[in-house]
């Protein structure tokens, strides 16, 4: 299986900062990355499919890059709203795995 | 707009067989190039894929799972469903079903359903 590793597990940070979140596969994974968004208590949400390819509806603050096995989310500006635990997730091998969540908090 | 909401018992004994059902309105489960699968996140952990479904009947199962896992679609109800047999404590989560619009990426999700294992 194909291991995904997000750093930090947990941040806390002032609204308005910028916010990156980093996620790393065991193995070349080309662009096939997801970024979702889960709220407490609610089912995920897909923000970034492909690594940057911001779904429609989704803030433009929301955004995605990278490829092969380095893949970084960012926040441009951070909103209350946007309290929540963050999941990347590969789908260029079967099983299509997650990371094990980035849960961001305000500070 | 589709919709998927998840159906079952909350609470299955061990050894038993968890089978949830996921109904789509909104569209048709026959839609070409839909995937459908199952996804589940135990109390306070991360997501793992359990499995999916393509509109034509192809099936793709999470290695870990697949002994005891089932995905099938009903296209006359509109439904699909997931059976996992011998179940343990450690299957205690919350299920979610999903769907794609064209291509492998989960995109529309139902509110899911906490299934506990437990006698």
């Known amino acids: 299986d194909i291991q995904m590793t997000q750093s930090p597990s947990s941040l806390s940070e002032s609204v308005g900062d910028r916010v990156t979140i980093t996620c790393q596969a065991s193995q070349d994974i080309t662009n096939y990355l997801n970024w979702f968004q889960q709220k407490p208590g609610k089912a995920p949400k897909l923000l970034i499919s492909?690594?940057?390819n911001l779904q429609t509806g989704v803030p433009s603050r929301f955004s995605g890059s990278g490829s092969g096995t380095d893949f970084v989310f960012t926040i441009s500006s951070l909103q209350p709203e946007d309290i929540a635990t963050y999941y990347c997730?590969?789908?260029?091998?079967?099983?299509?795995?997650f990371g094990q969540g980035t849960k961001l908090e305000i500070k | 707009q589709l919709q998927l909401q998840e159906s079952g018992p909350g609470l299955v004994k061990p050894s038993e067989t968890l089978s949830l059902t996921c109904t789509v309105s909104g569209g048709s489960i026959s839609r070409s190039t839909y995937y459908w699968g199952w996804i589940r996140q135990p109390p306070g952990k991360g997501l793992e894929w359990i499995a999916t479904i393509y509109y034509s009947g192809s099936t793709y199962y999470n290695p870990s799972l697949k002994s005891r896992v089932t995905i099938s679609i009903d296209t006359s109800k509109n439904q699909f469903s997931l059976n996992l047999r011998s179940v343990i404590a450690a299957d205690t989560a919350v299920y979610y079903c999903?769907?794609?619009?064209?291509?492998?990426?989960?995109?529309?999700w139902g509110q899911g359903t906490l299934v506990t294992v437990s006698s």
């Open positions: 999903a769907s794609s619009s064209g291509g492998i990426t989960m995109k529309v």
């Open positions: 492909d690594a940057s």
């Open positions: 997730q590969q789908y260029n091998n079967l099983p299509y795995t």
